[in-house]
């Protein structure tokens, strides 16, 4: 469902619950993890991301380091300057009057074409070489998600892994000889481990098991053994191996594991001992830190508890002793804290009511990182343990991002890896000099022309749920130079998940609709991360009922601020979103000029008995028993409704999309081509629920183009739908 779901809505500037995932998500493309905010590699039970497979449609490509733009030497200088020693900033104010709404004047302003927006690439998970002279990184520079290495020092990078298939979570091993990956087939997500050859490139299928996904490796500390996530096909239970590279031996580190609960983010310890991870339920509502002791192959969970309280493994000290965790038991919202092993007591680093995730120890232990997701704005921050001094990395706002696997630090603790995602400046990996606070830019975005001043940066929003339960959160998009004279059409931009975030990152597909003169609002509706435990739950037993209504909430406030024709407004959405776009229109089929679908479910019944069992686990654990809970899932399935339908559709699908079927919108158009509507499908074979090729991603946004300029025109465009 969504935020890590299709190019369109789910990789960039989406996060999907990333305390569940331990990984970052943009919302755009979708290589591994390079469409999620950055930090975490990890898992979901949403249709937002499985295991490891978070994504961060990140988008850039490489310059070299010399002729830098100015507003590239202007975050140098920002960066290079002394940490502001502050906790989490207070956010942004934000617009209740959408008549307060500005457009902004820009001279000369460029149109942009899509292809040139996708000559921004992508940039997925990241690691350290042992010597901290390289970083091996994911990035579609050559239209596959394929691994490339760039010197620390900034330069022009060097593909590393030449295939056709995407490739995710890459780890350097730490004798420096190999780079362990997980490579899918087609978007089908049945994931195996290779290793590349860091010396000749060579690479090696480690696991080869076609009914069987392998994800998120990470290396035991001698390099003889790489511990990752497994999943049988049929299964619904993520488990942990630990394979030994030389033998193929495999140790089975979780097994049996109960129906709706699964195993991820595995942390060797630095003796090689034992192992680190998190076991969590299919609702994301319950989670535990278990202990595996290798010598005895017993674990020991660290976090018992009784009510409702997610604890998250973020790193092990290097000492053995502590666990940097994020737990919301302390105030019902992810705050940062230590473990001590021993005791299994928790010693609170941070006591804030927004999203803290924990990033990891310096190797001398001296200090953590974490990041804080304030209002969809993330900053990074670096604690000294000892003189308990807190600094702030002074990063312009947008998503910023802990990189590396395992560490953001490099080994010899000189440095720190990190990503900068803005709304007008695409997905960078940036190195910080922990000694001299200098920053070194190591991928470059925005080539081809393009101008971060033709861009739009968003407003933060608010406006009440009409229960009046809940104040939501939303980002507006108002196209450049155009005039309150309420002849434009808007879109209402629905993430995935429900348990994601639309935050105030990059966004090629949003930046090309704005600039065609659509204006756009993302709202972060109620089932949303990043606003605590109660607010996450406020969709429980009722996805498609509260949560839909602050859809239409945020299209009538939009709708008043005086540039938009209420007669064009437009429902679009992947995943999740792509669900509730399908809910928008047949329960309030007066209301919409248009629906886009991307990779939707539209009738629970068939989703359920087709969907991956893990997805579908989540979903009974939010929607109930399908067959005590029958009226509900008959309520909330749109297929049941389609003869309401007024508003003409597009629906785009991934031809092995196994968390949302493509037969999920083959039965959409069926039933409305058999009423007489108008409806129009594309599905994308080779494809699954996270589009990663360029082809398929220019296309896709090709086709949702021009089906707004030929239904919801926008007198803004001034271009032919044949450009």
Request: glycine fraction near 8%; charge should be negative; hydrophobic fraction near 35%.
């Amino acid at each position: 469902m969504g935020e890590g779901g299709t190019p369109i809505i789910a990789p960039e500037n989406v996060q999907i619950d990333i305390n569940a995932l331990r990984y970052h998500e943009d919302n755009n493309c979708c290589p591994d993890d390079a469409e999620a905010p950055a930090s975490y590699q990890g898992t979901t039970f949403s249709r937002a991301g499985h295991v490891g497979i978070m994504i961060r449609a990140l988008a850039p490509v490489f310059r070299r380091a010399q002729g830098l733009k100015p507003e590239t030497a202007a975050f140098l200088l920002l960066c290079a300057s002394a940490f502001a020693q502050s906790p989490p900033p207070a956010p942004p104010a934000a617009i209740t009057d959408p008549t307060k709404l500005e457009s902004k004047t820009v001279a000369d302003m460029q149109t942009f074409s899509i292809e040139k927006l996708y000559t921004t690439r992508a940039i997925g998970g990241s690691t350290w070489s042992p010597n901290g002279k390289q970083v091996a990184f994911v990035t579609n520079i050559s239209g596959r998600n394929n691994i490339w290495i760039v010197p620390s020092e900034g330069g022009w990078p060097t593909q590393w892994t030449v295939s056709d298939q995407r490739q995710a979570s890459p780890a350097w091993s730490p004798d420096g000889k190999w780079i362990a990956y997980a490579s899918d087939y087609d978007g089908n997500e049945q994931w195996d481990i290779f290793l590349v050859s860091a010396a000749n490139g060579e690479v090696q299928n480690l696991t080869t098991t076609k009914e069987v996904s392998e994800q998120s490796p990470v290396w035991s500390p001698d390099s003889k053994s790489v511990a990752y996530v497994v999943k049988a096909k049929t299964g619904s239970s993520y488990e942990i191996n630990v394979m030994e590279f030389a033998t193929r031996h495999t140790r089975h580190i979780t097994k049996d594991t109960p129906a709706g609960k699964s195993n991820f983010g595995p942390i060797f310890s630095h003796d090689g001992k034992s192992l680190v991870y998190t076991q969590a339920d299919a609702g994301e509502r319950n989670s535990n830190i278990f202990l595996m002791d290798f010598a005895s192959m017993k674990a020991t969970n660290l976090t018992p508890h009784e009510s409702e309280q997610t604890y998250y493994a973020g790193d092990i000290s290097p000492d053995g002793k502590t666990i940097l965790l994020s737990s919301n038991a302390q105030n019902g919202y992810e705050n940062v804290g230590l473990l001590d092993i021993a005791t299994q007591k928790i010693a609170w680093l941070t006591s804030d009511k927004w999203e803290i995730s924990a990033g990891s120890f310096s190797p001398d232990g001296a200090s953590v990182t974490w990041s804080a997701n304030v209002e969809g704005n993330t900053n990074l921050y670096l604690h000294d343990l000892a003189t308990q001094n807190t600094e702030m990395l002074p990063l312009p706002a947008g998503v910023n991002s802990l990189g590396g696997n395992p560490s953001a630090f490099s080994r010899d603790d000189s440095k720190l890896l990190f990503y900068h995602n803005g709304p007008t400046a695409p997905n960078d990996l940036w190195s910080y000099d922990l000694k001299t606070r200098a920053t070194q830019q190591l991928t470059h975005a925005l080539v081809g022309g393009l101008r971060s001043s033709d861009m739009v940066a968003p407003y933060l929003v608010h406006f009440p749920s009409r229960d009046g339960k809940w104040t939501i959160s939303a980002f507006a998009y108002i196209p450049n130079s155009i005039q309150r004279n309420g002849k434009y059409p808007a879109i209402v931009y629905i993430h995935g998940g429900p348990t994601g975030q639309f935050v105030n990152s990059f966004n090629r597909n949003v930046q090309y609709l704005v600039n065609q003169g659509y204006l756009v609002i993302a709202p972060n509706f109620r089932g949303s991360t990043g606003y605590g435990k109660e607010f996450m739950k406020a969709n429980y037993r009722d996805e498609g009922g509260g949560d839909l209504a602050d859809i239409v909430d945020a299209a009538e406030w939009i709708a008043k601020s005086g540039f938009v024709d209420k007669k064009k407004l437009v429902s679009m959405g992947g995943s999740y979103g792509g669900y509730l776009t399908m809910m928008a229109v047949t329960k309030y089929p007066d209301m919409w000029g248009a629906g886009v679908a991307i990779v939707p479910y539209v009738n629970w019944f068939t989703e359920l008995a087709t969907e991956d069992p893990a997805i579908r686990a989540y979903d009974i654990s939010i929607m109930g028993d399908p067959v005590a809970n029958k009226a509900l899932y008959e309520d909330r399935s749109p297929i049941n409704f389609i003869d309401r339908v007024k508003a003409p559709i597009l629906l785009i699908a991934g031809g092995n999309d196994v968390r949302d079927p493509s037969n999920e919108s083959q039965q959409v158009a069926d039933a409305i081509k058999k009423q007489g509507g108008f409806v129009q499908l594309k599905i994308y074979q080779g494809e699954g629920h996270q589009f990663s090729k360029v082809e398929t991603l220019i296309d896709e946004m090709k086709v949702i183009s021009d089906f707004l300029k030929v239904r919801v025109p926008s007198p803004g465009c001034g271009c032919s739908i044949y450009e």
